[in-house]
């Protein structure tokens, strides 16, 4: 049986957009994660910080600004308790931001932080952060989710505004398929 150079193109075509695909979904993020990490693009910001007490330096002070937004299939309230705050550099300052699940449903939601101007990514640090954990909301619950931070005094000068944006998604399905998943009883062989 001998196959019609369409049909020889068609499979070509199909394997090419399955590999993209593979590459897309399992190759990328974790490059795309270490890439950011090196060149602090995407204005990621770090995990948990432990603070070192420095000399606070009042002789400049930086306005960091607050922005949050849902994915377009989280329908909580999300926002900052306040649009920004002027903070010194080496000062510590908590904040919070509140969340309400208006569902008849309860849900599980994650933060994910970025940070403008992308070279202050580095000199931003979260010593507490409601990002590092998935935030469980019961029905019509709402929530304080705490935010302390600091601006590394080593900040450059040139830096006087930081916008902090966390956008939240409901990572539900996701959790409960684990949840469910990890106690499925072992099948003997």
Not at 37 to 58: F, H
Request: proline share 7%; net charge negative; aromatic share 10%.
């Amino acid at each position: 049986m001998k196959f019609s150079e369409n049909t020889k193109v068609s499979a070509k075509l199909l394997a090419l957009a399955a590999s993209m695909l593979v590459f897309a979904i399992f190759v990328m993020p974790p490059l795309y994660d270490a890439f950011c990490e090196i060149t602090g693009l995407n204005g990621k910001t770090g995990g948990r910080y432990e603070a070192v007490p420095a000399a606070i330096d009042t002789s400049r002070s930086i306005t960091v600004q607050f922005i949050a937004s849902n994915n377009d299939n989280m329908p909580w309230t999300f926002s900052p308790s306040v649009m920004s705050v002027e903070v010194h550099p080496g000062e510590v300052m908590d904040t919070v931001f509140i969340a309400f699940n208006p569902t008849g449903k309860d849900m599980i939601g994650q933060a994910i932080p970025s940070l403008v101007p992308f070279k202050a990514a580095e000199y931003f640090h979260k010593t507490e952060c409601f990002c590092f954990n998935q935030q469980i909301l019961k029905a019509g619950e709402q929530a304080e989710l705490p935010l302390r931070f600091i601006v590394d005094p080593e900040i450059p000068n040139s830096v006087n505004t930081i916008t902090l944006s966390y956008t939240l998604f409901d990572v539900t399905e996701r959790i409960s398929k684990n949840i469910e998943k990890n106690n499925e009883p072992e099948r003997e062989g």
